[in-house]
């Protein structure tokens, strides 16, 4: 199984609102409304590519039953908490190909609700091969608390990825997880390096693989993804046909990385994958939804070349 952690969840509101301006009043086309946050998108898509998948994390007391029905057939251990899940809004006008993000505050944990998810945590990762633990920290959690869990798994010889930014990120990679994901930005401020060409984003990446830590995979938007591990360095891309919606490509990517990670796959199909699913997200509105007929698309469409 592969657990995926999920510390502070959203709700996505997603409207299609074509020629949109700023002051207006304005009709929406169409609304969406998915349980998210970056560890749910990364589980759903999980669980489109046939990964067994479990999830645990935090969620509002009041939405806990609306985040298990985006999961079904997934076991989840939520530990619920008082206060509402935030609500993420994304205006999106296909007309003027912008997206407008609006973030609402959601609740915060206190010690006794981090007290309660530990004791859930140190009771189901034994059955977990690999724990992913992707988003941000919610208000009231310590930064180190990432930290804690890559230590608790490591001593249960479990392998961990990472995928976050901020304090939490820098704490986090001191902690040695198996398998890092930045994007540019966030392998730039960890490194205090320039993360700009191929070549210098993988020298960059290589620099974090140190103790425990396997490989890095870092996203670079619109000009695609590297991959390195301790002898390989490889870079990819993938020709998306028809791009609707960013949000949640990069949990695509970890998802398709994942997938292919604990089948044993070689480096090569792992970016593939990622990419491949990265792709697939961008076709779809909606966070971790994905057409199986445009995953099939979109491996067609990824070239994969080593970068030394």
């Not at 169409?30 to 994390?57: E, H, I």
């Not at 003027?96 to 189901?124: N, Y």
Request: glycine share 12%; aromatic share 4%; net charge negative.
């Amino acid at each position: 199984m592969v657990l995926v952690i999920g510390l502070n969840p959203a709700i996505d509101r997603i409207l299609i609102v074509p020629n949109f301006v700023v002051g207006a009043t304005l009709k929406a086309e169409s609304v969406q409304t998915l349980a998210a946050g970056k560890a749910m998108n990364v589980a759903a898509v999980l669980r489109l590519l046939g990964v067994r998948v479990g999830y645990a994390g935090f969620v509002g007391k009041e939405e806990a039953v609306f985040f298990r029905k985006r999961l079904p057939d997934v076991e989840c251990w939520m530990v619920e908490v008082d206060g509402r899940t935030r609500t993420d809004t994304t205006l999106i006008d296909p007309v003027g190909h912008t997206e407008t993000h609006v973030r609402e505050p959601g609740f915060a944990v206190q010690s006794e609700d981090i007290e309660r998810f530990l004791d859930a945590f140190t009771g189901v990762i034994g059955g977990a091969e690999l724990v992913v633990m992707s988003g941000s920290l919610p208000p009231g959690a310590p930064e180190g608390l990432y930290a804690e869990l890559v230590g608790l798994c490591h001593a249960r010889h479990i392998r961990t990825l990472l995928d976050t930014s901020g304090t939490p990120l820098a704490m986090g990679a001191a902690a040695g997880p198996s398998f890092l994901k930045p994007n540019t930005e966030e392998l730039g401020e960890l490194t205090g390096g320039n993360a700009g060409s191929e070549t210098e984003v993988v020298l960059l990446a290589k620099t974090l693989l140190q103790g425990n830590t396997q490989a890095v995979a870092v996203t670079r938007g619109a000009e695609g993804a590297v991959l390195v591990d301790r002898g390989t360095a490889i870079g990819g891309n993938a020709s998306v046909p028809n791009v609707v919606n960013t949000v949640g490509c990069g949990d695509a990517f970890v998802a398709g990385w994942v997938a292919k990670l604990v089948s044993g796959s070689p480096l090569t199909e792992q970016l593939s994958e990622a990419l491949a699913a990265a792709g697939a997200n961008a076709m779809t509105h909606g966070a971790g939804v994905i057409e199986p007929g445009n995953m099939d698309l979109m491996r067609d469409r990824v070239t994969i070349s080593n970068v030394w």
